[in-house]
């Protein structure tokens, strides 16, 4: 006997993940907002036609209580139609699962059809998001499910900005740049509405939260079924934020965090919050000595501040009290309040308490996290943002302060090669202390990784050896098992010159975006919001290796393309007020456009090793070499005035 439909649906629950809905209504006393009236389909499907075979149920939902079917066979559809309040671009996305192929997601324009999504078969629930649809005041727009050879369910429709930046990467390798396109298109996908009313405090066990608050400009950064951002996926994702324009969400996201971290939280951030920019998401937070916090998040917000920073120049990074304070307090106070377990001489080291994620936890590693002190990851992170907090301070115009920091990182550099990480390789490198101060080595998934991520680990055969300790690790059977952790591996390898095993991992981790997430709740890998953004940025800062100092008008490249890639381009990359484009052929040839109207940018081309010969529009310049991190580069400062190209090669 065949499963009815009913039965199907029951199955396929298990498996489905939940998200909440959005609201239509528009904040009190703001602009109309463009809004979809029931996205979630908990007010029955409010605005929506339905014919016979279709309509509105329960069991089967994404999130909150219900669910929009289409009953298997032709001619069975739902559809939407919303009148534009304003100008805008949008991108529209749907959770929808379809037992069979030939169903239909339809964007439409004053009745002309803008695209149509043909439906995989793929019964669990995954994300589909038609993109940039351009609508003026007026406009007509509507949205159709239509029916296929089996049943169809759409649920938590949602409606992103059109992404503000638009760089565009083109290579011999077709792959990358299909990667790239792809990983663009999801992560503006997860861009909040600003102005948008939505639910608050929405996770597994409260699938309609606890009420509604007006949205901030955010972005999704965490599970899908819960109504808020992490502060450890937002630090990872910045980047890839910034290169499709996401950078007033970067700014709002980063000072609600430095908001959060209270004196009376011990300067801990708080480990979540609502889209609201404000509410603490309840799941994580029980009150100010009882919620998750963990010690790298601490300062790998101050670290990604500076990255900001640098990518923008935006002086609000510098100039913000609220901003500034949580600097100070992150690599001053917090430090000060968490360092009474293990003697660490004349450095301090941020501990946890070795007493779970909701007293303070000392790694992202949360199952090797309970009994440690201090973990690798943390203490790495801290040496990150004592050198971020020296870029800030020098933005802020204060040499001395910056110079106290440079100071503070090279000594617990120094400790951390000397004493903290023992004196073995691999395997017997220690990564982390427990809380009566014995050293812990081994395979620490998180605390492992971080360390040479960081680049706390003197470069030379000690780090080589733990860089292949690593990739064993995590191609054996205790690799890790979570995507979004295996999102650090290419960051790991590139910023230590292993371009072909990064490009593999990337390769990977695309390759697997259609698999099943380990949390049944969160569909496909693909539909974690860290893999696309960090496709992103793992392309133009990994592959493409540019380095941005828009305050000082500075861009800084290395290839780092792998074997076989012959040359790749990235346009219209963003830095500061303007944009560059970037192509390398090889290892050996680098072209750089200026496409601003009116600054230059200083160029520093850097290649590796020493090379003979080095030209700046084929005229020869002086050979000049210079080591960093362990590497000797040749290279070349020429000036790009606005709207010129300079090509650097060297040759010998």
């Known amino acids: 006997m065949k499963p009815s439909r009913l039965m199907l649906l029951t199955a396929v629950a298990l498996l489905a993940p939940m998200a909440p809905a ?3 209504e528009a904040a009190p006393g703001s602009r109309p907002q463009l809004a979809i009236p029931d996205p979630g389909f908990e007010n029955g499907g409010t605005g929506w036609t339905f014919t016979s075979g279709a309509g509105v149920g329960t069991g089967n939902r994404h999130g909150g209580e219900r669910f929009l079917y289409l009953d298997a066979g032709a001619g069975k559809s739902a559809e939407l139609t919303i009148v534009a309040p304003r100008n805008g671009s949008y991108d529209f996305s749907a959770w929808i699962g379809s037992a069979g192929t030939g169903g239909t997601y339809t964007v439409r324009r004053n009745g002309e059809t803008v695209q149509t999504i043909t439906l995989p078969q793929h019964p669990g629930y995954a994300r589909y998001t038609i993109s940039d649809v351009a609508l003026r005041t007026g406009d007509r727009l509507g949205i ?3 029916s296929g050879s089996a049943w169809v369910n759409a649920d938590d429709l949602m409606i992103s900005p059109a992404a503000p930046a638009d760089p565009k990467v083109t290579s011999s390798d077709p792959e990358v740049a299909e990667m790239f396109a792809w990983a663009q298109k999801k992560a503006n996908s997860w861009v909040q509405l600003p102005g948008t009313v939505g639910p608050v405090n929405v996770d597994e066990y409260q699938t309609g939260g606890t009420g509604s608050a007006t949205y901030e400009p955010t972005y999704w950064a965490g599970y899908a079924n819960r109504s808020a951002y992490y502060s450890r996926d937002m630090t990872h994702q910045l980047a890839g934020a910034h290169l499709i324009g996401l950078d007033a969400e970067n700014e709002t996201m980063l000072r609600s965090y430095a908001e959060s971290a209270t004196a009376e939280h011990k300067y801990f951030p708080v480990w979540s919050l609502n889209f609201d920019a404000k509410t603490y998401l309840s799941i994580d937070y029980k009150s100010p000595d009882n919620f998750v916090r963990e010690v790298p ?8 501040a500076a990255q900001a920073y640098l990518w923008t120049g935006d002086r609000r990074y510098v100039d913000d009290p609220v901003l500034w304070d949580f600097y100070r307090h992150a690599t001053e106070q917090f430090i ?3 360092n009474s377990a293990v003697d660490n001489g004349k450095v301090k080291v941020a501990e946890g308490t070795g007493n779970g994620i909701f007293q303070g936890a000392a790694s992202y590693n949360e199952q090797d996290g309970d009994g440690l002190a201090e973990a690798g990851d943390g203490i790495a992170s801290e040496y990150q943002a004592y050198l971020a907090m020296a870029v800030l301070a020098r933005g802020k115009g204060d040499t001395k302060l910056a110079r106290t920091y440079d100071k503070k990182a090279a000594d617990l550099k120094t400790y951390f090669n000397d004493d903290w990480s023992g004196t073995g390789t691999g395997a017997d490198m220690v990564r982390a202390y427990t809380l009566s101060g014995t050293p812990v080595t081994g395979w620490g998934k998180e605390n492992s990784v971080f360390m040479p991520m960081k680049q706390i680990i003197d470069p030379g055969p000690r780090n080589d050896a733990y860089l292949d300790y690593i990739e064993k690790q995590e191609l054996g059977p205790d690799g890790s098992p979570n995507i979004e952790s295996t999102t650090y ?5 590139f910023k230590n010159n292993r371009n072909d095993t990064a490009w593999q991992w990337m390769r990977k981790i695309y390759g697997e975006r259609e698999t099943q997430h380990v949390n049944s709740s969160q569909g496909p890998n693909g539909d974690y919001p860290e893999v696309s953004f960090t496709l992103v940025s793992q392309t133009i800062q990994g592959l493409m ?3 941005p100092d828009a305050p000082d008008h500075k861009v800084t490249t290395q290839s780092r393309l792998p074997s076989g890639m012959k040359w790749l ?11 560059v484009t970037v192509r390398h052929d090889g290892a050996t040839r680098t072209t750089l456009t200026n496409n601003s109207r009116k600054d230059s940018y200083r160029w520093e081309a850097r290649f590796p090793g020493v090379h003979q010969r080095i030209e700046v529009d084929g005229v020869p310049q002086r050979v000049r070499t210079k080591k960093v991190d362990g590497v000797t580069y040749t290279y070349a400062t020429p000036t790009v005035r606005a709207g010129r190209t300079a090509v650097v090669q060297v040759t010998g």
């Open 144 to 146: 159709e499910f239509g």
């Open 569 to 579: 381009q990235a346009a219209d990359v963003p830095i500061g007020t303007g944009t």
């Open 297 to 304: 998040a601490t300062f790998e917000l101050v670290e990604k």
């Open 22 to 24: 959005v609201s239509a």
């Open 336 to 338: 000060d309040l968490h």
């Open 489 to 493: 591996l290419p960051d790991m390898f």
């Open 545 to 547: 290796g540019i380095t």
